[in-house]
């Protein structure tokens, strides 16, 4: 969604709200499998005494699998977005800051770039989950799996000679 902001440059006091959902058709996360409800930006831009202040609140809920145990969970993401714009580049060097140039700002790019950086890069069911056994594939979280220890590569000479004894 691309705003102008050409109204809100020259008049101080004046705001713009947005309510939309941004395409995210296009991308693909690691360990979610889809969204039970879509991104959802709800904000608006406002001009302070000749500064652009951006206020956004970005909500969500993904259909993720966890990393370690493979179990399906839900994710509920809600992130707020706080921002001031500038049309000067030197100015962006600050994360807080955002530059733009002509009238208008692309809030895909500000937003969705926002979303993408604020998810986990891994997702667990619970923060203490077992995983899967490597042997047999049994979800460890459910109880002990009855392969036992697996034994050191490198002790298997040794393990030879007690045998033959």
């Not at 979610?32 to 709800?42: H, K, N, Q, T």
């Not at 993720?64 to 509920?76: S, W």
């Not at 950086?117 to 997702?123: C, G, N, T």
Request: net charge negative.
């Amino acid at each position: 969604m691309v705003l102008d902001l050409h109204s809100l440059i020259f008049s101080p006091g004046k705001s713009v709200e947005f309510d939309y959902l941004p395409d995210l058709r296009s991308l693909t996360f690691e360990g979610v499998e889809g969204f039970l409800e879509p991104l959802r930006a709800v904000g608006r831009v406002w001009n302070e005494a000749s500064v652009l202040h951006l206020s956004a609140e970005l909500t969500a809920r993904l259909r993720c699998v966890c990393a370690r145990c493979l179990t399906p969970l839900e994710k509920a993401v809600e992130l707020p977005v706080e921002v001031v714009l500038t049309d000067r580049e030197e100015d962006a060097d600050d994360v807080e800051i955002i530059a733009f140039s002509g009238d208008e700002i692309d809030l895909d790019d500000l937003l969705v770039s926002a979303f993408v950086l604020s998810l986990d890069p891994v997702f667990l069911c619970k923060e203490d989950c077992l995983g899967l056994c490597p042997r047999c594939g049994k979800n460890l979280n459910d109880g002990p799996c009855g392969c036992g220890p697996e034994p050191d590569p490198r002790l298997a000479l040794l393990r030879q000679l007690l045998e033959n004894d």
